[in-house]
T-cell receptor, first 115, second 112 residues
């Protein structure tokens, strides 16, 4: 499967725990984007990364959230000390270039539930 | 003003009819436009892209773009129950590191 791979598909955490979401982009893609979708709401941009660089994190909450895309391995979205309001679907997308005409291809998402 | 506005749903059409989904955007610098389909509980799936003014057809789907009016639409001909989903409009601005800002989507239901 050469598509965008996200894991886990479902993640349950208790309040105060850490959540780690992983994303491997499509083969040949070096641009990764994270979006969050709250129930019954639209997709909200969180962060845009290239290998070893955060390009735009303007959509990331200032506290508790961080993202990385190391030279080797998947991109990681980390949420520390989760709260109930963090419950959402988190989608990763990748593109072959950062050009405006390069569409994003989405993974299946990670559904985070905070109890 | 929202950056991307889509016609509020839900939109219901009978099977076989034409479904018309509309989108307006505020950033005049937008150059590329994408339509995604999202089934309930699933991830967004790219179905159409359009870059120039006019119409672009792909099977039962036609995208229409009018940059002067900052308007893009998606027509679905011969609608099928399997087309029932939320459709997301996403303009893209050159040089914008965020690349895509999504509309809130229009939920389409095709009634058999």
């Amino acid at each position: 499967n050469a598509g965008v791979m996200q894991n886990p598909r479902h993640l349950v955490r208790r309040r105060g725990q850490e959540a780690r979401l992983r994303c491997s982009p499509m083969k040949g893609h070096s641009h990764v984007y994270w979006y969050r979708q709250l129930p019954e709401e639209g997709l909200k941009f969180m962060v845009y990364l290239q290998k070893e660089n955060i390009i735009d994190e303007s959509g990331m909450p200032k506290e508790r959230f961080s993202a990385e895309f190391p030279k080797e391995g998947p991109s990681i979205l980390r949420i520390q000390q989760v709260v109930r309001g963090d419950s959402a679907a988190y989608f990763c997308a990748s593109s072959s270039t950062g050009a405006h005409n390069s569409p994003l291809h989405f993974g299946n998402g990670t559904r985070l539930t905070v109890t | 003003q929202k950056e991307v506005e889509q016609n509020s749903g839900p939109l219901s059409v009978p099977e076989g009819a034409i479904a018309s989904l509309n989108c307006t955007y505020s950033d005049r610098g937008s150059q590329s436009f994408f339509w995604y389909r999202q089934y309930s509980g699933k991830s967004p799936e790219l179905i159409m892209s359009i870059y120039s003014n006019g119409d672009k057809e792909d099977g039962r789907f036609t995208a229409q773009l009018n940059k002067a009016s900052q308007y893009v639409s998606l027509l679905i001909r011969d609608s099928q129950p399997s087309d029932s989903a939320t459709y997301l409009c996403a303009p893209s601005v050159p040089g914008s590191a965020r690349q895509l800002t999504f509309g809130s989507g229009t939920q389409l239901t095709v009634l058999p």
